[in-house]
């Protein structure tokens, strides 16, 4: 058994039912509140380094909803800043699996790093899919 730190909007269902999942592996998973979590830049950081600067935002955060903000076009030290004034914009959720950190439900990640049944892969790529419909068109 592998134990996950989860940092998770409360209240958010696609968040609980992707910890649902992991749990259902076998995997004990630690649950964190990303909006009250003492972010820095560097430690924020170690989650993005390995994914364009576009991708660290939540594409269903009502500032990216209503086009206030357009991911496709911040810098990574301007990004950095708005993510650490308003997690809400952060992509979650957030995972460390030890020392491997992973922003968003990254499958290839996540099966490079814990044991994933086929049936726990499937419901997790089934999430993963249905989060994307859900947030299409909005960024």
């Not at 979590?37 to 380094?49: G, Y």
């Not at 076009?73 to 992509?91: H, Y």
Request: glycine share 4%; aromatic share 6%; hydrophobic share 40%.
């Amino acid at each position: 058994m592998i134990t996950i730190l989860f940092y998770e909007k409360p209240g958010c269902l696609t968040n609980a039912k992707q910890r649902r999942l992991l749990e259902a592996a076998g995997h004990q998973v630690t649950r964190r509140n990303l909006l009250a979590e003492s972010w820095t830049a560097e430690r924020l950081h170690e989650f993005f380094k390995d994914i364009p600067v576009s991708e660290w935002f939540n594409r269903a955060s009502p500032r990216i909803k209503c086009g206030e903000i357009d991911p496709q076009q911040v810098t990574a030290a301007v990004a950095m800043s708005l993510l650490l004034k308003d997690p809400l914009l952060i992509k979650r959720p957030l995972i460390e699996i030890g020392p491997v950190r992973i922003a968003g439900f990254d499958l290839r990640r996540l099966q490079a790093n814990i044991d994933l049944q086929p049936q726990t892969l499937q419901d997790l790529q089934d999430c993963s899919h249905a989060l994307r419909r859900s947030t299409a068109g909005h960024s």
